[in-house]
């Protein structure tokens, strides 16, 4: 067990992490979703799992917004950059939650509090 400001850090709660993070790359709000309404008694999978929920509504909100701006042709440019960057943040925040540590994603709108 590992110790991350001073809460101990189960590996049964690293794995949940894990997958929550793993999960928002193919099925985007539903992991995030499930673990945060299923997993009230484990604050670390709480937290992770608000975080790639508040993760996952803003990627749904840029791939509208990207959806919209294929009219006018720059959308599709906004689609790539969006889907590179919900790959890369997925898989920071699976390596981190791997190694026990909170993972905050910088560019994320925090709507679930």
Known sequence: MEEEKGVTVGQESKNMALLIWIGTIFFGFIPGLVFYLVKKDDPY?????K?????SITVLIGYVAGLILTMILIG???LLALGICHLIFCIMGAVACSNGKDF?????LRLVK
């Open 104 to 108: 905050k994603v910088p560019y994320t």
């Open 76 to 78: 599709v440019l906004v």
């Open 51 to 55: 975080e790639a929920l508040n993760w």
């Open 45 to 49: 999978v709480v937290s992770q799992a």
